[in-house]
């Protein structure tokens, strides 16, 4: 049974930072890209960034490029995204995700198995 369990959110001002990790488990974590996507109250789940199983290809949202750094542990089945210069409109849970075999996706229905979410809350 594939688990993602994500940690780290919480409450921040803006200009802050905050660190979420993904840890994995259940499948064979090196051999599938990882994504983060976020939803907001009232608003569809938007990407975030996505990496590729070695870690040769990232790709991020154009909302957060220069802000969010997305990285990977294989060693200890965890992703990571890096969050700097928080804004208020950052604010929502996030949700790690693990791909399905295949090209590195920023497309949500290419993700199979999704964690229960953090929330993080940046105040303004």
């Known amino acids: 049974q594939v688990q993602l369990v994500e940690s780290g959110g919480g409450l921040v001002q803006a200009g802050g930072s905050l660190k979420l990790s993904c840890a994995a488990s259940g499948r064979t974590f090196s051999s599938y890209a990882m994504g983060w996507f976020r939803q907001a109250p009232g608003k569809e789940r938007e990407f975030v960034a996505a990496i590729s199983w070695s870690g040769g290809s990232i790709f991020y949202g154009d909302s957060v490029k220069g802000r969010f750094t997305i990285s990977r542990d294989n060693a200890k089945n965890t992703v990571y995204l890096q969050m700097n210069s928080l804004k208020p409109e950052d604010t929502a849970v996030y949700y790690c995700?693990?791909?399905?075999?295949?090209?590195?996706?920023?497309?949500?229905?290419?993700?199979?198995?999704w964690g229960q979410g953090t929330q993080v809350t940046v105040s303004s």
């Open positions: 995700a693990s791909g399905r075999a295949g090209p590195l996706s920023k497309l949500d229905y290419e993700y199979d198995y």
